[in-house]
């Protein structure tokens, strides 16, 4: 399993991104992607998370309201809207997958998230926030 992030750069206040991750080596769809982001010098951080059956979507509350996740299967490919962006945004952005059976509730992949557990990692893209 690979995972490919990309589309970080460097944005003003205010300013908008869009980062994409490319998922490849599943045989199904049955899986769960998580962003995360690591400023320097801080933890990381589960920021959101899409459902591997519906679509069903979590966002922190540091991120909500600004950032939107998206999956489009027949690509392979999860998409976060970042808009909005503020300086405390930047950070090392992460993309991770979970393997998950469509009927596994949802709140605990959440809960994945929030502590770090996806299976899988790729490597991350830089978002800088500055004007």
């Known amino acids: 399993v690979q995972l490919q992030a990309s589309g970080g750069g460097l944005v003003q206040p205010g300013g908008s991104l869009r980062l994409s991750c490319v998922v490849s080596g599943f045989t199904s769809i049955d899986y769960s992607i998580g962003w995360f982001r690591q400023a320097p010098g801080k933890a990381r951080e589960g920021i959101s998370c899409?459902?591997?059956?519906?679509?069903?979507?979590y966002y922190a509350d540091s991120v909500k309201g600004r950032f939107t996740m998206s999956r489009d299967n027949a690509k392979n490919t999860v998409y976060l809207q970042l808009n909005d962006l503020k300086p405390e945004d930047s950070a090392v952005y992460f993309c991770a997958a979970e393997p998950t059976e469509p009927s596994l509730n949802f709140e605990v992949v959440v809960r994945r998230l929030r502590e770090l557990r996806f299976a899988y990692w790729g490597q991350g893209t830089l978002v800088t926030v500055s004007s």
């Open positions: 899409v459902s591997s059956s519906d679509g069903t979507t």
